[in-house]
């Protein structure tokens, strides 16, 4: 074989995977489409380090997110990544939010969510002086990330350990060897084969079409793709929090928050814009500006002094949902050979939120499946 374990997608987590197995000693290739890492997915998000208290107990999404922010937290104290405890209120301003909000704390208690508590409207608004609510739920142990630091950090562990990254590099199509592993054609200006013993399809919005070129996989098992957009707005003029200041969940997402960057910068979103189109070279990432009405009215919601012409249209980002509007949130799909009876490939589909927090979990769980 010319490498022992082959990882498509350079995102947070494709390259939390191949740091894994290149630091256990394996030899890793990172193949990369773009020109650069986490270009995509990761790199198009709020930058929040989750806490863990929104999903379904013993989902991987639940695991995954709890285990993953603690060993973030230590590599990012580690490696001297950027990040900060900001933490989080999760506000209500209606008795049914208020009922969404104690569900949602009653879930993160039993998920071990750490230092969570059911806070009156009075004392989240002392805390928070513009913030109107009648009740809210405080996080302390979500933070913010410099999230391309962190993928940096990663990128330089995967080369110190003698793996590399080959960028331009698109998967064209991958056949199954008869005496085990896997043939992978790339294709860009220099179309090449690469053997390998395992292999990590970590491509994000392209998941399913790596999978789909994959020799005797089974197209049965390769979930829909459902692409929901989330635009966000920047806002002018001095911080109004000090928190994260999120509202109850919304279908599709946790509704538009306020998010507050490493240097203090304030901005909201995302919103969910799910998109008719399931082609991810179709994504148009500009974000309208029209759709600013709708971010004044779920904002004002928790912060009605949000004063008019205060918010300019930021940026985007795109989730590769593997469910779509009205139905429940699906679970991470980390496929290996016990689903799919390929020896040595894992396939994930439906990584979005929490999977840059996750990542460093996913990974270990990965190389599990895997290793023997």
Same mark, same amino acid.
């Given at each position: 074989?010319?490498?022992?374990?082959?990882?498509?997608?350079?995102?947070?987590?494709?390259?939390?995977?191949?740091?894994?197995?290149?630091?256990?000693?394996?030899?890793?290739?990172?193949?990369?489409?773009?020109?650069?890492?986490?270009?995509?997915?990761?790199?198009?998000?709020?930058?929040?380090?989750?806490?863990?208290?929104?999903?379904?107990?013993?989902?991987?999404?639940?695991?995954?997110?709890?285990?993953?922010?603690?060993?973030?937290?230590?590599?990012?104290?580690?490696?001297?990544?950027?990040?900060?405890?900001?933490?989080?209120?999760?506000?209500?301003?209606?008795?049914?939010?208020?009922?969404?909000?104690?569900?949602?704390?009653?879930?993160?208690?039993?998920?071990?969510?750490?230092?969570?508590?059911?806070?009156?409207?009075?004392?989240?608004?002392?805390?928070?002086?513009?913030?109107?609510?009648?009740?809210?739920?405080?996080?302390?142990?979500?933070?913010?990330?410099?999230?391309?630091?962190?993928?940096?950090?990663?990128?330089?562990?995967?080369?110190?350990?003698?793996?590399?990254?080959? =960028?331009?590099?698109?998967?064209?199509?991958?056949?199954?060897?008869?005496?085990?592993?896997?043939?992978?054609?790339?294709? $860009?200006?220099?179309?090449?084969?690469?053997?390998?013993?395992?292999?990590?399809?970590?491509?994000?919005?392209?998941?399913?079409?790596?999978? $789909?070129?994959?020799?005797?996989?089974?197209?049965?098992?390769?979930?829909?793709?459902?692409?929901?957009?989330?635009?966000?707005?920047?806002?002018?003029?001095?911080?109004?929090?000090?928190?994260?200041?999120?509202?109850?969940?919304?279908?599709?997402?946790?509704?538009?928050?306020?998010?507050?960057?490493?240097? $203090?910068?304030?901005? =909201?979103?995302?919103?969910?814009?799910?998109?008719?189109?399931?082609?991810?070279?179709?994504?148009?990432?500009?974000?309208?500006?029209?759709?600013?009405?709708?971010?004044?009215?779920?904002?004002?919601?928790?912060?009605?002094?949000?004063?008019?012409?205060?918010?300019?249209?930021?940026?985007?980002?795109?989730?590769?949902?593997?469910?779509?509007?009205?139905?429940?949130?699906?679970?991470?799909?980390?496929?290996?050979?016990?689903?799919?009876?390929?020896?040595?490939?894992?396939?994930?589909?439906?990584?979005?939120?929490?999977?840059?927090?996750?990542?460093?979990?996913?990974?270990?769980?990965?190389?599990?499946?895997?290793?023997?």
């Amino acid at each position: 074989m010319d490498v022992d374990v082959l990882v498509i997608g350079a995102g947070a987590v494709g390259l939390a995977i191949a740091a894994e197995f290149a630091r256990s000693g394996r030899d890793v290739i990172v193949l990369e489409a773009c020109d650069g890492i986490g270009t995509q997915t990761s790199s198009r998000n709020s930058e929040v380090i989750h806490g863990g208290m929104y999903y379904p107990t013993d989902s991987l999404r639940h695991r995954m997110c709890v285990e993953g922010r603690r060993k973030l937290y230590d590599y990012l104290e580690a490696r001297g990544v950027p990040h900060l405890k900001r933490g989080k209120l999760i506000v209500a301003t209606s008795d049914s939010e208020t009922r969404k909000i104690e569900a949602i704390h009653a879930t993160g208690l039993t998920n071990g969510v750490e230092k969570l508590e059911l806070v009156s409207g009075a004392k989240a608004m002392a805390w928070e002086p513009a913030l109107t609510c009648t009740a809210a739920l405080w996080s302390p142990e979500t933070g913010v990330v410099d999230s391309h630091g962190y993928m940096l950090a990663l990128q330089g562990e995967i080369e110190d350990h003698g793996g590399m990254l080959a =960028f331009n590099t698109p998967v064209v199509r991958i056949e199954t060897l008869d005496a085990g592993g896997f043939r992978v054609r790339t294709g $860009g200006v220099e179309a090449s084969v690469i053997t390998c013993r395992r292999l990590v399809n970590s491509a994000g919005l392209y998941a399913q079409r790596v999978a $789909g070129g994959i020799e005797g996989y089974r197209a049965d098992l390769i979930p829909k793709l459902v692409l929901a957009k989330g635009n966000y707005f920047g806002c002018s003029g001095k911080p109004a929090f000090s928190r994260l200041i999120y509202p109850a969940p919304i279908d599709g997402g946790l509704g538009v928050h306020v998010t507050l960057d490493l240097a $203090g910068r304030m901005r =909201f979103g995302p919103d969910v814009e799910w998109l008719s189109n399931a082609d991810p070279d179709a994504i148009d990432y500009r974000v309208d500006p029209a759709r600013s009405a709708a971010f004044y009215d779920a904002i004002r919601r928790y912060w009605p002094g949000l004063p008019d012409d205060a918010i300019t249209p930021d940026y985007s980002g795109c989730r590769p949902k593997i469910s779509g509007p009205g139905e429940p949130a699906a679970d991470f799909r980390i496929d290996g050979p016990e689903l799919h009876g390929h020896a040595g490939l894992v396939n994930l589909f439906g990584i979005e939120s929490p999977g840059l927090t996750s990542s460093l979990a996913i990974a270990e769980e990965v190389r599990r499946r895997l290793v023997n």
